[in-house]
Structures are given as structure tokens and as C-alpha cells.
T-cell receptor, first 119, second 112 residues
Framework: GAVVSQHPSRVICKSGTSVKIECRSL??????MFWYRQFPKQSLMLMAT?????????EQGVEKDKFLINHASLTLSTLTVTSAHPEDSSFYIC???????????????FGSGTQLSVL | EDQVTQSPEALRLQEGESSSLNCSYT??????LFWYRQDPGKGPEFLFT???AGEEKEKERLKATLTKKESFLHITAPKPEDSATYLC?????????????FGSGTQLTVLP
């Protein structure tokens, strides 16, 4: 089945540093990838939608300059948390849409998530 | 405002004790309802997609149903390995924009 690889699975960094998270679709092409944030025991909150070759669309309240998203190819999107602070500590999850499985067969495939801890 | 509400927040069952999880929604432009299973520290795992009222889908001990206002995830004779958080999400399409809105999840614990 379709697989989305997210890396790293866990990262600990010092306050003020930047962290890059990668999301790759391994066996399908994804024109659209989504980035979510999840706090403990809460649901997934959509942060932004990234489209291959264009600027990402951010949800209200999400800082574009803090959460940089790049979707340079049909199989790779990256989320960079810039100048991270302790309040950025969270579980970040990406998902991807298979362009060949849309409409009635649509489903999203999720990465395994990245636990970010900012000290 | 589009809303997705899941109940109960947490559910503890004995092994073999069947039950149902609820996902109610008030959205416009619904294009699909998804059920996912999420284990601690991992990303959601796709279970089902439902598109129209009256639709049902089954997978092993799980059965998902959909009405115009809610969806149920029925768990028949659950086993401890079914313990996880179950998330529902609705796909909304407005013009060219697509958005998946998640409920807060139901944390299921199945005791041996």
C-alpha cells in the first residue's frame, strides 16, 4: 500500500534553533501534502496545505515565517520550524494525497509523525 | 461553522464487549467522512471512507456506517489490540479548496 515516510521521528533542540522535518511519499505522487500539529490527547489541527511548485496555504493563526513549508517535488515536502521555542513543542504529522486516487477513492496517507521537543 | 464532534472521549471495554463510537458533524459541502486509528506516538492509520448516507463498510471487527448527520464505528467482540484512539474526519470542498477537519477522537481501551 501507499506509504508516507516522515523524518525524523523525534527531535530535541535548543530554543532559538531551526528544525527541518521531511515528508516523502514513497510509492506515489502527491501534488498536495498537509501538515498537522497535535497536542497530547487532542485532535489533529491543520497547519497548512502545501502544493507542489507553489506557495503553501496556511491556516488562520499559523505563522508563515515561523513554519516554512517547501514542496519542491511531487514526492517531498518539508516543514522547517524556525527559531523554535518551547511552545513549539508538539507532535507534527504530514499527510499526502495520491493524485491517482482522488474522488470516490480518495484517501489521505499519513506519515508516522515527528515529536519535537524544544528545550 | 463546520464542526466534528466525537463521543465518548474515552471508552473502556472488556474483551468481547461490543460497542459503538460516534462521530457527529455539522458541515456544508461534505465530500467524505474518514475513520482513522491512531496509536500513541504514531500517525493516523486509514480505516474507512464513507461518502453517502446509508453507506456501510466493514473490516475485521470494525464496521462504519454513515447517516446525514453522524457516523458510527461499531466494534464487535473487541480485542486488546484494538486499543487505540479512533479519529473521524470530514472532507469539505469549497470551490477549489479542500480541507479535512478532524474530531477530537475517542480513546478506546480494551481490557483482557
Amino acid at each position: 500500500g501507499a506509504v508516507v515516510s516522515q523524518h525524523p521521528s523525534r527531535v530535541i533542540c535548543k530554543s532559538g534553533t531551526s528544525v527541518k522535518i521531511e515528508c516523502r511519499s514513497l510509492d506515489f505522487q502527491a501534488t498536495t501534502m498537509f501538515w498537522y500539529r497535535q497536542f497530547p490527547k487532542q485532535s489533529l489541527m491543520l497547519m497548512a496545505t502545501s502544493n507542489e511548485g507553489s506557495k503553501a496555504t496556511y491556516e488562520q493563526g499559523v505563522e508563515k515565517d515561523k513554519f516554512l513549508i517547501n514542496h519542491a517535488s511531487l514526492t517531498l515536502s518539508t516543514l522547517t520550524v524556525t527559531s523554535a521555542h518551547p511552545e513549539d513543542s508538539s507532535f507534527y504529522i504530514c499527510s499526502a494525497r495520491d493524485i491517482h486516487r482522488m474522488g470516490i477513492n480518495e484517501k489521505l496517507f499519513f506519515g508516522s509523525g515527528t515529536q519535537l521537543s524544544v528545550l | 461553522e463546520d464542526q466534528v464532534t466525537q463521543s465518548p472521549e474515552a471508552l473502556r471495554l472488556q474483551e468481547g464487549e461490543s460497542s459503538s463510537l460516534n462521530c457527529s458533524y455539522t458541515v456544508s459541502g461534505l465530500r467524505g467522512l474518514f475513520w482513522y486509528r491512531q496509536d500513541p506516538g504514531k500517525g493516523p492509520e486509514f480505516l474507512f471512507t464513507l461518502y453517502s448516507a446509508g453507506e456501510e463498510k466493514e473490516k475485521e471487527r470494525l464496521k462504519a456506517t454513515l447517516t446525514k448527520k453522524e457516523s458510527f464505528l461499531h466494534i464487535t467482540a473487541p480485542k486488546p489490540e484494538d486499543s487505540a484512539t479512533y479519529l473521524c474526519a470530514v472532507l469539505i470542498i469549497t470551490g477549489s479548496a479542500r480541507q479535512l477537519t478532524f474530531g477530537s477522537g475517542t480513546q478506546l481501551t480494551v481490557l483482557p
